[in-house]
Structure formats: C-alpha cells, structure tokens
C-alpha cells in the first residue's frame, strides 16, 4: 500500500520559510501524533494532505512529499493515486457548513453481504468508462463530419448566391439550408444528371440572367423563289427560235442585228428614205427586207424575254432588299443561335441573287441570238423556307422573352441553380453519408451506456442507501451529546442538518465541531474511500469542546480510524494530546521493536526555529518530556526549570518563547493553589504572599511578553527579555515558597534521566 513517509522540503508555506526533513527525525509511521501550539504550522501541515486529497495545485509556495521512496512534487498531486480524506477547517467550511448553504454529501456504505455487487459495479464502471471515451471520440468524429459538411454546404451556397446575385432577386439571401434543401431532394430523386447544363445552355441561362429587359423584333418577311420553276421557264425561252425571213448576215452577227433593228425603228419613226448614218439614199426594198427579218413575231418574242429579265431583277431586287434585324436588338443568349441561323440566311440569299444572276444573263444572251436554241446548265441550288422559318423562329424566341422576361430570367437562374447544385452532388452525398456514418454510431454507444447505467443504478439502490449511514450518524450524535435534538434528515443529495424536526440555525461551536467530526469519521467508511489501504488526517478535531466532549470525540476518533492505512493527527490541546499518545503508547507496545523508527506509531512536534526572522518552525521529534509526563503543567515547569537553571549565556532568540511557557504554568499553578479567588492573574498573584518587586517583576515578564497561545513575535524589550533567566529563578521561587514539597517532587522528576520516549 501506498504510505506518506515524510515531508522531504515545504518552503515559503506559512511558517514553514525552508523546511528541509532531517535525517535524524523517524519517518512517518502507520500511526503518526503531532503536537504544537497554535502558530506554529499545523494548519498548513493540513492543508498541503487535503491539497493531495482534492488533486489541486499547491500555490502556497514549494511541497514535496515522500511516499512509496520516491519524492513527489506538489505540482504533480493531481497526478496521485493515494486515497486521503483530511479533517481541517476547510473540510469543514467546503464540505459540512458549506458557505453555499448546501447540504452534506451523502455516505455509502458497503455491507458484507454486497461485496459482489459492488464488483459487479466497479467492473460496470469501468465499462462504462470505455464506453464515454468511445462515446466522446464518436461525437467529435460527428461534430466534425457536421463542420466539414456544415462548410461544403455555406461554400456552395455562397458560390450560387454569388453567381445569381442581383438588386432585389430571389437568390440574395440564397444560404446553406436553401442549398442542403434541393440537394437532399435531388440526391433522393436521384436525377442530377437531367439537370446538367451544357456549356452552350450554360452559357445561353448566363446571359438570360444578366439580360435587361429589351423590345420585339419583327420577323423577317420573305419567301425564298422557286428556282426550279424559273429555270424550266427561263430553259423554255432558251430553247424557243424565231421563225422569219432571215437575213443571214444579221442572224449570224447578233450584235450587228441588234444595232440594225434599233437603226430601223429609227427610221421607221422619222420616215426617213435615207440612211441616218451615212445619208446615203437606202436601196430599194431594203427597210421592207428589214421589217421581214424583224416581224412581229420578233418582237414579242424579245419583248417575253425582256418581261422575264424584269421580273427576275425584281426577284433579286427583293432578296437584296430584305431587312435583318441587328443582333444587338436580342438578348445575349439568344445572339448565337441568331448568328448561325443570319449567316445560313445570308448564304440563301447570296445563293438566290448568283442564280438569278445567271438566268438573267442567260436571258440576255437569248436577246442577241433569238435565231438559234441554248440550254441553261448550270445546276438549281436547293432553296427552301426552312432557313427563313429558323431565322424567325430566333426572332420569336426574343420576342416571347420580351413577353414573358421577368418569368424566363428566373427560370434561367433556377436552372443555373440546379445545375451548379448537380454538379457537386457527388460530393455532397459524400460528406453527407460521413455525418450519418458517424450520426449512427453514437446511439448504440449511448444506448449501452444506458444500460450500464441502469445496471448500476440498481446495484448501488441495493448497496448504497445513505439511510443507514444518516441513522447511524444520529445515533452517534445523540451518544455525544447526550440528547436527540439535532437529527440529519435525508435528502436526494445529502444530509440536512435539523433540530426538532426542523432546518437547525445558530448552532454552536460545540455542536458544528460534533457534527463535522463525527460526519468525517462516518466518510472513512463511505465506499468511496479505500480504508485499508487509505490515509486519514485530523487537525484539531477537539478544538472547542469541553472535556466530556473530548473524551467522547477521542473515543470516537480511536473507534473509528484505527483500521485506516495511515493516520496522522495535529493537535494543540494538551489533554486530547495524552490520550492520543497513551494510545500510540499502547500499540508500541503491542509491537515492540528495537529500533525505534520501526514502531508503528510515531510521535512529532512543531517547534520554532530560533534565530529566525520572520518566525520560523521545523518539525521534530517530540520532547521528551511531553511523552514522559501526564501533563502538561509537567512540560512546562521542566522547560522553566531547564532554561532558568541552564548553564553558562543564554542566546536571547531562545528566550522569546519563555514569557508564554511561564504565564502559561503559573496560570495552571495559580489556577491550583488559589480556586477561591475570581478574576484574572494578577488578582491570584497578589494573594500570593512573595516579595512584592519580584512578583511585579514576574507579572510584567509574563503579561508585557507573551499572548495567546503562540510564541512572542520579535520585537520585544531586549533588556526585559535578557532578564529571562532571573524572571524565571524568581517564578521557581514563587512556587517553592507557596509549595515547597510540590516543589521539590517537581525538581526531582525534572532532574532525573530523561526516560524513553515509548514510556516504558
């Protein structure tokens, strides 16, 4: 089992300035006293164990304790495994009269008959302790896997929002849940992929959304030609000839007949018998010969011609007159669709005005040579209404948008918004699968965790009612204070303190002290605390109370710690102090051993180191004297009598604790020797009958010198203080004039070999 073995180092805690254990005092035993007056460091003694009971940090200064041979920092107590429960004023103010004005802790005790239980708990507990650990990782893999998730889903709802963002539209307060939403949608309807764009569309719902709202456009009105028609027409006059009295030399120049019958309608219409050219007189017959090689027939037939190079002109005239609208007119993402379907158009027309180029010249060339038959070859491109239908078909889609702008741009954002939602699906789903991956790990987790909890919660309901520690309590506080008045009263999280069946108030220093000590010697046997192998710690348990109830508490104290691991006990009251050391006598005895340091009970004091300054205290083997006698007037008459007989120059430091030890003996003297006399020391000591001088002397020494029951601060009338010595010959003095055999018996015990410290 684990033991306190020393205190190696305390330094600047309280009085303890640079405490360093000697190698000469004894190692801490099973059963350990200390005894010192107060000031002189108990307290904090205390408070470095309830330091290790709680696992806090130690801010008042540096603590090093031995335990198991090795030294073990104060900063390293939390670490610490030993189970320790400490009786001090702070267990009293955090743990019983608590300033919050809660309720007691409530004890378990463990019967014999559920030891098994009470395994079966521990190994639940541990089991459960498991499972919290691998609860606690599941949910920081969950917590996690919903951050990560958490922040794919604000990224892609901030790019969609970012991307649709206009004054006043619908996707401005676009946000994670308006994208988780639609996802979680598409994902179960599992069709992403109808509402992936194409680049194209993509960009054409781009454009529609960045798009101002614009005006209609007309559509183009033209109906291409029916070229195959006018090809047969225009092959029909090709091949026509015109039947007449020909005149070789003009039918075989076309150009020389065309200037002829130009020349002859000007003759005709100035009814000149002259040639206007040469003003030669015209042969004979010549203008008949001329009007039968250009008849009638002639005529109309060139005139047909000419009808149908006018007519087709007019065709290319209204090809080459058609109005385009200008693209800058239709919304962006109809602009490349418009582009494609302009320049298939174009091309139609540009094909229909070459064609019809060549007809009309095919045409022309017939005029000159009306005589002779010609085929057009040249092939008929295929020209049809589709493309002018498609052109408008661009211009109707604009002009719908124009119709219907504010409905078709968000349609074209809703549809960008699926798109981009489509697009990091995969993704999502992914993420989101890891949140339900770690999600549904936790229940069963839990779920075990909740069994094991009801398991325990049963175990404990049968091992671990705190009615019978609280019954058992009040007996013991009905044993030592002799009545049933104050009662503790259960509650769901504690022990309530009552009187008379009501909350007690006003309780007094007897009372608090009874209800504090008996309620930590109660806790030892909590199953919380390892009792066999544990340590326990009372400071001043008997502080307070008068000597019946001392004698109670000890009985108490002994009854119940002496099955603890380790014991150790701080007190300042001389009484309580023999009965603890009879006791530690008692089981030295029991187990005698020649080395001292092996005993199992081992006895210390806190003393001040002289010299000091500030004050400083050690701790030491206890004085011998204290163990020897019965009493503490026996100690302080032996320490009187040794500083007032010591021989050769007295250090002064060593003086300034004697003014206390000697108003302390000659109160207890005094106290004796005059229990008639009512009032304070110096109404008892002038009853004495002494020389008067020496009796001021004494009075001054002992009042001007001394306070309380600590030790004199520095600061004191040197003068007065050297005069020590002499004071304290004259306090003998005193005593042996009102008692000389008292006296002389006292001198006799003090003087004779110091006995051994087990008292045998």
């Known amino acids: ?34 005894y010192g007056w107060n000031g002189t460091g108990k307290t904090t003694l205390s408070r470095v164990f309830r330091a290790l009971e709680l696992r806090q940090p130690w801010a008042m200064g540096e603590a090093v304790l031995r335990m198991d041979g090795g030294d073990v920092r104060i900063g390293d107590l939390p670490q610490s495994t030993l189970d320790i429960r400490v009786f001090n004023r702070d267990f009293i103010d955090e743990s019983v009269f608590r300033a919050d004005g809660g309720d007691l802790l409530p004890i378990f005790v463990v019967g014999k008959e559920s030891v098994e239980k009470q395994k079966e708990v521990v190994q639940r507990k541990r089991a459960r302790e498991t499972n919290e650990e691998e609860l606690s990782k599941a949910r920081e893999k969950k917590q996690e896997a919903e951050r990560a998730f958490d922040r794919y889903c604000i990224g892609q709802a901030r790019v969609i929002k970012d991307t649709l963002r206009i004054a006043g539209g619908a996707y401005n307060d676009y946000d994670k849940r308006d994208y988780k939403e639609r996802a979680e949608q598409m994902a179960a309807d599992k069709d992403a992929a109808m509402y992936r764009l194409s680049d194209s569309d993509r960009n054409k719902h781009l454009a529609q959304h960045r798009a101002t709202q614009k005006s209609t456009v007309l559509e183009v009105d033209y109906q291409p030609p029916h070229l195959q028609d006018l090809t047969e027409k225009v092959g029909t006059l090709l091949g026509t000839t015109v039947a007449s009295a020909a005149i070789q030399p003009l039918k075989d120049d076309p150009n020389l007949a065309e200037w002829t019958r130009q020349g002859l309608g000007l003759h005709k219409e100035r009814k000149s018998d002259k040639c206007l050219f040469c003003e030669q007189s ?271 508490a000890f009985g108490f104290i002994r009854e119940r710690t002496r099955a603890v691991g380790q014991l150790f006990i701080l007190t300042h009251n001389f009484a309580f102090f023999r009965q603890v050391r009879n006791w530690f006598d008692y089981l030295n005895k029991r187990r005698k051993r020649a080395d001292l340091r092996q005993r199992p009970a081992q006895f210390y004091m806190l003393d001040r180191v002289y010299g000091s300054n500030p004050r400083c205290t050690r701790l030491q083997t206890l004085d011998p004297l204290l163990v020897r006698y019965e009493s503490e007037y026996h100690y302080l008459f032996a320490c009187v009598h040794r500083a007032a007989n010591a021989p050769g120059e007295t250090e002064l430091e060593r003086n300034y604790g004697l003014p206390n030890v000697a108003r302390r003996l000659l109160e207890m003297f005094l106290a004796f020797r ?23 002397r004494i009075y001054r020494f002992v009042q001007t010198h001394s306070h309380g029951d600590t030790v004199g601060e520095p600061g004191h009338d040197p003068s007065l203080l050297g005069e020590a010595r002499a004071v304290l010959g004259d306090l003998l003095e005193l005593i042996k004039s009102e008692d000389a055999q008292h006296f002389t018996a006292m001198v006799g015990l003090v003087s004779s070999s110091p006995a051994e410290t087990d008292s045998e």
């Open 282 to 552: 015209l042969p004979k017959d010549r203008l008949a010969e001329l009007e039968a090689h250009f008849n009638a027939e002639y005529g109309r037939f060139l005139k047909t011609i000419e009808e149908h190079i006018l007519a087709l002109e007019s065709v290319v005239s209204q090809a080459a007159d058609v109005k385009l609208p200008d693209r800058a007119e239709l919304y962006d993402g109809l602009r490349a669709e418009f582009d494609n379907a302009e320049q298939e158009f174009r091309q139609v027309l540009d094909t229909v005005r070459k064609f019809l180029g060549q007809l009309i010249d095919a045409l022309k060339a017939k005029q000159v040579q009306p005589f002779q038959a010609s085929v057009f070859s040249a092939p008929v491109p295929a020209v049809g209404a589709a493309v002018v239908h498609r052109l408008n078909e661009v211009i109707r889609k604009h002009n719908q948008l124009c119709a219907n702008f504010d409905s078709e741009v968000r349609a074209s954002r809703d549809r960008l918004a699926w798109d981009m939602v489509a697009e990091g699906l995969d993704e999502f789903v992914q993420i989101r699968n890891e949140v339900n991956t770690a999600t549904a790990a936790i229940p069963p987790i839990e779920n075990e965790i909740a069994r094991l909890d009801q398991q325990i919660a049963q175990l404990e309901h049968d091992i671990s009612k705190h009615q019978r520690p609280a019954e058992e309590l009040n007996e013991d506080l009905k044993k030592y204070l002799g009545h049933g008045e104050l009662q503790l009263s259960i509650k769901e999280t504690g022990y309530a303190v009552t009187r008379n069946g009501v909350p007690a108030y006003m309780l007094s220093e007897g009372e608090m002290t009874a209800i504090a000590l008996l309620y930590f010697l109660k806790s030892l046997e909590d199953r919380g605390f390892d009792k066999d192998n544990g340590v326990a710690v009372l400071d001043d348990p008997v502080s307070s109370l008068d000597a019946n109830a001392l004698y109670l």
């Open 1 to 34: 089992m684990t033991r306190i073995t020393r205190i190696s180092r305390l330094r600047g805690a309280g009085v303890f300035r640079d405490f360093e254990w000697p190698d000469t005092l004894a190692e801490f035993g099973r059963y350990n006293l200390i």
């Open 674 to 696: 005059r229990p008639q006399i009512a009032g304070g020391l110096w109404e008892k000591l002038t009853d004495v009958s002494f020389d008067e001088v020496r009796r001021v």
